[in-house]
């Protein structure tokens, strides 16, 4: 099995910034995509970022400039930088990866336990 474990979330005013991380342990595997989803209140959940195991990225149109995803292979680990935040980036942002188990012949979607970014003044 394997869990992820997000970091990074918190209170910050209009035009601040944070850094988001995800790290993936447990069973052996193999990553092909990680990404980060978020669910505003009364709203359904989104894709915000998503980057491959070719570091390939795409990014919602609502983030593009702002926020940029990437991944440190050997720590198993993605990251997101937000920039510019915006009160409508207030959300709950939840890590997401697809991939391969050693004892699996296909590859699984795994998710974080969610954490909680508030853009506000």
């Known amino acids: 099995q394997v869990q992820l474990v997000e970091s990074g979330g918190g209170l910050v005013q209009p035009g601040g910034s944070l850094r988001l991380s995800c790290a993936a342990s447990g069973s052996r595997f193999s990553i092909y995509t990680m990404g980060w989803y978020r669910q505003a209140p009364g709203k359904q959940r989104e894709l915000v970022a998503t980057?491959?195991?070719?570091?390939?990225?795409n990014y919602a149109d609502s983030v593009k400039g702002r926020f940029t995803i990437s991944r440190d292979n050997p720590k198993n680990t993605v990251y997101l930088q937000m920039n510019s935040l915006k009160p409508e980036d207030t959300a709950v942002y939840y890590c997401?990866?697809?991939?391969?188990?050693?004892?699996?012949?296909?590859?699984?979607?795994?998710w974080g336990q969610g954490t909680q970014v508030t853009v506000s003044s």
């Open positions: 980057i491959t195991s070719a570091t390939s990225t």
């Open positions: 997401n990866a697809r991939l391969l188990v050693l004892t699996a012949t296909t590859p699984n979607n795994f």
